[in-house]
């Protein structure tokens, strides 16, 4: 039973827009657009509720913005869907398709690995051993056009799972839960699965940005906290 939020690690990947100076000269376009397009592609708060939410919890976040590599990508561009909309885990393309980068070579690709993604993946899969992981998320109200799934449902909230690493009965009382909270909820929609981190179990929690808002202060934030905060996390 994990009934004990110190049990518990939070994974925000997303969260930063930070971009180091020295790597905002591999980006080709002006550095006005390269902080929008961190913006947008940030999930914007999810550090924060992850704080609040889950005081206790071991929180990893990424360090910088997905735009300069996303942890959540596969290594190998082989083995990652999004890469062939450049969004791998290096990414050459905005959200709305438009070219940013140019090629990188394989070289500064290794060193941004090394740098970033080998001691992010460490760091969480040291913490993960005998956890329970959530995958803190947000996505926009409308698509982008570099989704998988354009035409999916997008409910208030999104749970991610897979059947070898989410508990059915956790799932179920997850559901539950935010539906008895008035939350839409959908499952694998408009996004699907969850990382594996070596956990005792896991689950993508994708909220709707609309349903996250911007002022931390709002009804509506701490409806969500709360929300998460109360979330069970029992499974057995």
Known sequence: MYSKDHNLLVHVPHASTHIPQNLRKDFIVEDDLIDKESNISA???????????????????????RIVLDVERYEDDSKEIMAQ?????????????????????????????????????????????GKVLIDLHSYPVEPW????????????????FTEELTPTKWVTS????????????GHNTPYSGVIDAGAKAAIMIEVRRDVIGSHQHSLQWKRLVNALNSMPLEFE
Do not use: M
């Open 43 to 65: 999930d914007l708060y999810t550090e924060q509720l992850a704080r609040q939410a889950w005081p206790l919890a071991t929180i990893i976040e990424a360090k910088i913005s």
């Open 85 to 129: 909309f450049g969004r791998g885990i290096i990414y050459t393309k905005s959200h709305d398709g438009k070219k940013i980068c140019g090629k990188v070579s394989q070289k500064k690709r290794q060193k941004l690995i090394d740098q970033y993604y080998a001691p992010h993946w460490k760091k969480l899969r040291d913490n993960a051993k």
């Open 145 to 160: 056009s570099v989704e998988l799934r354009p035409n999916d449902s997008r409910p208030e909230i999104d749970l991610g």
């Open 174 to 185: 997850i559901t539950n839960h935010f539906k008895n909270l008035d939350f839409e909820v």
